[in-house]
């Protein structure tokens, strides 16, 4: 039909659609190829726009003086993503009542989204000292903290938030979670519990129980964990892979292999889901299966000195010697403060009966153990370093 005509339609199909937003798009699917028509429709767009902005120009002027409006333009900011332009407005807020606690709060929400943490403890701070019967106000508060680095403190307003609110699950749950980074796995064990006991239907707190007990040695109690976290959603890899870790180590290695090879079909892109798969298969003399997967995770990820380490051990146990060599350097460029990578190339020298080279690096595995305070590891590799300055040290 003629141009106006179309241009009706595209007015009507861009009405139903959303309007603003939606227009130009209208109009490719109006008349993909028709220029013309994409810039009747730029035009309208750029229009309604101007004409908004001073719409919103105008309210402004209206509500100069109400601190509400500037917060609740500042939360549309926020849900948007756009903290900058939050953070003005609540500013603007402030500045005309600065009295609210909220006011302070949502624009310490906008400082933690942009990681600003010590900003956003300011404007915490002061939302508690106008209220300080709000649980969220601790609640973010700590996690300001636990992002600084002072992990006493976020604790102490989780158990203030606690406190206030004993039957928010979410609270329990990040409080286990910090004092698992703190490496107090019982206590967070206990948190968990209550997470899971006020609300028994989400996965990840099953997950994280699990991670708590396996770091405990409960290898038993963290499959439980893991199958329940499972049951509710099959379709996080991580909680595949967390189950074939603690299958590993209590050396159901063909029960590992299986929950990597899932976690693997969710995410094809997880580095240490190869690694480990490659470890559990080593541990059934496997090497050339352990290699492929030790190649996958290396090409994903090629700065983890592990993966090379690991790679090491299977080329040594296929006797490619220089292969393994050459891994367990790039192991030692990678991270050269850790011993087990010189010890493990002493051991590969030893096993093919190049006492020097196994001396080397044995006193280099010895020194850097005597250094971290383990004493136990030390011992052990100074009688290796005994033996091979015996005069019977092949035997």
């Known amino acids: ?44 767009l750029i229009n309604t726009y101007h004409k ?14 109400d601190s509400g409006y500037y917060n609740n333009r500042g939360l549309s900011h926020y849900n948007l993503g756009e903290y900058q332009a939050a953070i003005e ?21 906008s400082h933690y989204n942009l990681s600003e943490y010590q900003a956003a403890i300011e404007d915490f701070n002061q939302a508690i000292k106008l209220n300080s019967n709000d649980g969220d106000y601790y609640y973010y508060r700590g996690w300001s903290r636990y992002n600084l680095g002072e992990y006493q403190a976020a604790i102490e307003d989780f158990n203030q938030a606690i406190k206030l609110n004993p ?43 699990g991670m708590s007990h396996y770091n405990l040695g409960e290898y038993q109690a963290a499959i439980a964990d893991y199958n329940q976290a499972i049951k509710i959603n099959p379709n996080v890899a991580n909680y595949h892979y967390n189950r074939g870790r603690s299958l590993h180590d209590l050396a159901d290695y063909p029960g590992a292999i299986e929950n990597y ?17 490659g ?11 352990a290699i492929k997967d030790y190649n996958k995770a290396i090409q994903i990820n090629p700065n983890d000195a592990f993966y090379y380490n690991n790679r090491a051990i299977a080329r040594e146990k296929l006797n490619d010697n220089e292969g393994a060599i050459k891994d367990i350097n790039r192991a030692i460029q990678i991270n050269p403060n850790d011993p087990l ?23 280099e595995a010895s020194n850097l153990y005597l250094r971290q305070g383990n004493l136990e590891e030390y ?10 300055n015996s005069p019977l040290w092949w035997l």
């Open 379 to 388: 011992q052990k590799v100074r009688e290796k370093i005994k033996k091979l």
């Open 341 to 363: 990578f010189y010890k493990n190339k002493a051991q590969f020298y030893e096993n093919k009966s190049k006492r020097q080279e196994a001396i080397l690096n044995y006193e």
């Open 89 to 109: 407005d609540f500013n603007q807020a402030i500045k005309i009542n600065p009295n609210i606690a909220n006011y302070y709060y949502n624009r310490g929400l």
């Open 279 to 289: 470890w559990s298969r080593g541990d059934l003399d496997d090497y050339q299966g």
């Open 167 to 209: 039957n928010d699950d979410n609270y329990y749950y990040n409080r286990g979670w910090f004092r698992y980074n703190l490496s107090e796995y019982q206590a967070a064990i206990e948190d968990f519990n209550q997470a899971i006991k006020l609300n028994p239907n989400v996965a990840n707190y099953y997950n994280r129980r």
């Open 52 to 65: 908004e902005k001073e719409a919103e120009q105008q309210t402004v002027k209206l509500n100069h003086n």
């Open 261 to 277: 090879n899932q976690a693997i079909k969710i995410n094809p892109n997880g580095a240490d889901y190869y690694y480990y798969r």
């Open 1 to 44: 039909g003629d141009l106006e005509t179309v241009v009706f339609n595209l007015i009507k199909r861009a009405e139903s659609e959303g309007w603003v937003g939606k227009l130009v798009r209208a109009a490719r699917k109006q008349n993909p190829g028709n220029l013309l028509l994409q810039a009747i429709a730029r035009e309208l």
